[in-house]
């Protein structure tokens, strides 16, 4: 399935050439080492304060032509590695296939000649209980969040208010965009959508599924129609809840 075209058909030879300071920075965080609990929030070692770039800052910068005019997110604490970027990535999938690759936080929008543009992700456990092939069902726009009602029982005081969902707008936990997996007419409950929360791109997280950037989200939301392939990678074993614990943030009634 071809790509939507999109009118950043300079992102590639625009993001081809980083500056000087962004590859040096970028060599020592390539040799971090592994985390010894990657299902719990961690710190990402980078080099503080490092110069963004003016291509980076208008890529991020505040888009005041939304429903809810989005301010420009903060990537200056941000590994420059989960800055979107195009890059090389052979591949059997099909251009237009999202491949989800939950182990490095990285999401590929497959493009043509063995290219892709990579987004960086934030995982959440629900993010990592499932892997497989899925379809691109619905798509939304600033959607609204539905809590189920496991989530109103353990919290009540918190997410009782929002029985009947929470509208859409910068607090909402889907941020700007969602994209809703189907296998068949069978909701998945996997999302891959925006974040109010930009500190958790590279990381695992504690709640929640395939989050990133909410420009990031409105670019991927832009270049991907309805019906294309999803491929989610879990190497390692799938997390599972533990007894009295559910993986339950998402609920088919979100966005209605």
Known sequence: ???????????????DRPTRRLTLLMMPLALAGCVSAPQQPYEVARA???????????????RPDEQFPLPATDISEVDPRYLRREVSYPTREQPGTIIVDTD?????????NGRAIRYGIGVGKQG?????????????AWPRWTPTAAMIARDPEKNGPWAG????GLDNPLGARALYLYQGDRDTLYRIHGTTEPWSIGQSVSSGCIRLFNQDIIDLHSRVPT??????LNRGQLLTPQPGETFDEFAAADSI
């Not at 399935?1 to 993001?15: D, E, F, G, W």
């Not at 490095?104 to 043509?112: H, I, T």
């Open 48 to 62: 503080p304060g490092f110069a963004v770039s003016a291509e980076y800052l208008a890529m991020y910068a505040e």
């Open 165 to 168: 969902g929470m509208a859409a």
């Open 128 to 140: 990592m209980s499932w892997r497989g092939r899925a379809t691109v069902a619905r798509k939304a």
């Open 1 to 15: 399935m071809p790509v939507v075209p999109s009118a950043a058909n300079t992102l590639s030879p625009l993001l």
């Open 227 to 232: 019906g294309s392939t999803v491929v989610v």
């Open 104 to 112: 490095n936080k990285f999401l590929y929008l497959v493009r043509e």
